[in-house]
Each structure stands twice: as C-alpha cells, then as structure tokens.
T-cell receptor, first 108, second 114 residues
Framework: RKEVEQDPGPFNVPEGATVAFNCTYSNSASQSFFWYRQDCRKEPKLLMSVYSSGNEDGRFTAQLNRASQYISLLIRDSKLSDSATYLCVVKSFNKFYFGSGTKLNVKP | DGGITQSPKYLFRKEGQNVTLSCEQNLNHDAMYWYRQDPGQGLRLIYYSQIVNDFQKGDIAEGYSVSREKKESFPLTVTSAQKNPTAFYLC?????????????FGQGTRLTVV
C-alpha cells in the first residue's frame, strides 16, 4: 500500500470554478502535512502547510482529518495560473512521503 | 539568497558510466534528501541524511550511492548498477530540528542515458 494516495486527475475546470483535491495517508503516526505545487518540468514548491484546525491562504483552504487520515485542498475562483500538479505530502519522523500528484487544468 | 543548488541541470550518460549529481545548500539545514521522479509519477526517496557523516537508504537505493562529508553538500552518484537511470533527480533539505518545517527543493537534474 502506498504511503500517500491521490486521485491523479486530470481535473479540467473553467476559470472561476471551485475545485477540491483529496488525499489519504497510511501511517497514523505521521506528524506534518503539506500541499506542494509542481509546474511542468520544475521542482515542487510549497503551497501551504496543513493544520488540524484547517487553514486558509487566500483562495486556498486546506483541511486535515487525523481520524480518517484524510487531507483536502480547496481552490476557489480558479485562475489560469493555477494549472499545475498538486502534490500531497506527509512527513513522518523527518522523512517526506509524496503522493503521485493531481493534475489541474484551468481553461479560459 | 539562501537556497539549494543542483548541478548540472541536464546530464547525459553513456551506459556503463558512473555520474555524480551535485547538491549544495546554504540554509544551514541538517536534513537532506534525494528523490527520483519518473514521468507522470510521484517522488520516490533514494537516500536521506539527518546529520553530517550519516545517511540512510530510502525506498529505491539500489544502484545509487551518497556521501555527507559536509553539512552543505550531499552528492548523489548514479552507478552503472542502476538499470534504468533516466529520470528527473531532485535534492531537498529541511530543518530537522523542527517537526513542522517543510522540504525545500533544488531545481533538479534531468539525467538521460544515451
């Protein structure tokens, strides 16, 4: 079983749409959680950390459910520039585990 | 500016050759990592190091070797024993003393076997 599982997509949405990505992780002892964004042929970059109480950064909202071992990312009012692959990342004992990513295509 | 530098950006290797990928960071991070990414796939951990002069195998260490003689540097050697080395290689570092800190990545090295 993979440490982190994501729906690979692609998600094709029009500009202005709201889109949600989900992720599950297998290790209940995992300590920290993140969403990264990766553009084509580039390195991953941190989008936001995910906290148990949920957190928001502009149009982006992240949620964590430790009981269900489930992480989500909500993007509101999608922009063309949001087109990328979104990676769910779980940190356990100083090792980072990456999901395979969910591809988002925002269309005009 | 603080950051992680990987070199070269592109690397071509003949079959049977060993090649070394460079990774240097000036973030004063204790932990460093090497990942491999194949097209359309996630990142897989090759090796990681939590402290100077110590490193551990990740999930796909076969055919790779590393060293950590200095805090700033964590070079990766792709040996001839690695059967399918063509991939995108990413180096990362993290402040290992703090639980919630993220990983910072270099720009990656794209290795192609010719």
């Amino acid at each position: 079983r993979k440490e982190v599982e994501q729906d690979p997509g692609p998600f094709n949405v029009p500009e202005g749409a709201t889109v949600a990505f989900n992720c599950t992780y297998s290790n209940s002892a995992s300590q920290s959680f993140f969403w990264y964004r990766q553009d084509c042929r580039k390195e991953p970059k941190l989008l936001m950390s995910v906290y148990s109480s949920g957190n928001e950064d502009g149009r982006f909202t992240a949620q964590l459910n430790r009981a269900s071992q489930y992480i989500s990312l909500l993007i509101r009012d999608s922009k063309l520039s949001d087109s990328a692959t979104y990676l769910c990342v779980v940190k356990s004992f100083n090792k980072f585990y990456f999901g395979s990513g969910t591809k988002l295509n925002v269309k005009p | 500016d603080g950051g992680i530098t990987q070199s070269p950006k592109y690397l071509f290797r003949k079959e049977g050759q060993n090649v070394t990928l460079s990774c240097e960071q000036n973030l004063n991070h204790d932990a460093m990592y090497w990942y491999r990414q194949d097209p359309g796939q996630g990142l897989r951990l090759i090796y990681y190091s939590q402290i100077v002069n110590d490193f551990q195998k990740g999930d796909i260490a076969e055919g790779y070797s590393v060293s950590r003689e200095k805090k700033e540097s964590f070079p990766l050697t792709v040996t001839s024993a690695q059967k399918n080395p063509t991939a995108f290689y990413l180096c990362a570092s993290s402040d290992g003393s703090t639980m919630n800190t993220e990983a910072f990545f270099g720009q990656g090295t794209r290795l192609t076997v010719v």
